[in-house]
């Protein structure tokens, strides 16, 4: 397995799976030349491509409007296009939008409405970064847990620690499509808030 597909912070056991590379997709990527006509280059590639760029100029653009384009490179795998291709196409962004880089924020924030149509973008690798993410937040919460050991008062603390623990991951298989289930699909969730104890004065749960 080339060294690129393992250069994220996720779990082993993910990335140890016989499906690991199933999770990686290919990209389309919307581009537009001189002439104000737009294309689209179907990497050969899983995950983040860069070969794109050298090869751009071989790209067809033979679509008069971005939304064709997206409409035929939306078939199969995941669309990406530029940043200067969303400020050109659904105008500048807010500040709130943008990160410090004047990047948009992040992943999640990928989704753009125009003419009625909701539009996102993803780049091949955007399952791996889901987890990267989701791991990277349960792993704050153990170093936070550690540092304040088990006691009463950080009872929500130990919960969402171990409701988000990576040994409940579970992977689904489907065919070619593989997904792994988080604590972020997982719909079952339990309301839990303190409340004064008559007798003791003391916080319960």
């Given at each position: 397995?080339?060294?690129?597909f393992?250069n994220y912070d996720?779990?082993n056991f993910v990335k140890?799976?016989?499906?690991?590379?199933k999770?990686?997709e290919?990209e389309?990527?919307?581009?537009k030349?001189n002439?104000d006509?737009?294309g689209?280059y179907f990497?050969e590639?899983l995950?983040?491509?860069l070969?794109?760029?050298?090869n751009?100029?071989?790209v067809?653009?033979i679509?008069d409007?971005?939304?064709?384009?997206?409409?035929?490179?939306?078939?199969?795998?995941?669309v990406?296009f530029?940043d200067?291709i969303?400020?050109?196409v659904?105008?500048?962004?807010?500040d709130k939008?943008l990160?410090e880089?004047?990047?948009f924020?992040?992943?999640?924030?990928?989704?753009?409405?125009?003419?009625?149509h909701l539009?996102?973008?993803?780049h091949g690798?955007?399952?791996?970064k889901?987890?990267e993410?989701?791991y990277?937040e349960?792993?704050?919460?153990?170093?936070?847990?550690?540092?304040?050991s088990?006691?009463h008062e950080n009872f929500l603390?130990?919960?969402?620690?171990?409701?988000?623990?990576?040994?409940f991951?579970?992977?689904?298989?489907?065919g070619?499509?593989?997904?792994w289930?988080?604590?972020?699909?997982?719909?079952?969730?339990m309301d839990i808030y303190?409340t004064?104890s008559?007798t003791?004065?003391k916080?319960?749960?």
């Open positions: 397995m080339e060294e690129k393992l996720i779990p140890e799976s016989p499906n690991y590379l999770l990686f290919k389309r990527i919307i581009l030349n002439h006509k737009w689209i990497s590639e995950g983040h491509p070969e794109y760029k050298e751009s100029g071989k067809d653009y679509y409007s971005f939304l064709e384009a997206y409409s035929q490179a939306d078939n199969d795998g995941e990406w530029s200067e969303a400020h050109e659904f105008g500048e962004p807010k939008d990160n880089k004047g990047e924020r992040n992943l999640s924030d990928d989704f753009f409405w125009t003419k009625n539009i996102f973008r993803h690798d955007y399952n791996i889901n987890l993410d989701e990277q349960w792993k704050n919460l153990d170093k936070k847990v550690k540092e304040d088990f006691t603390l130990i919960y969402e620690w171990l409701r988000t623990h990576p040994n991951w579970k992977e689904n298989v489907h070619d499509r593989v997904f289930e988080t604590s972020h699909m997982n719909l079952n969730f303190p004064s008559e003791s004065g916080i319960e749960w």
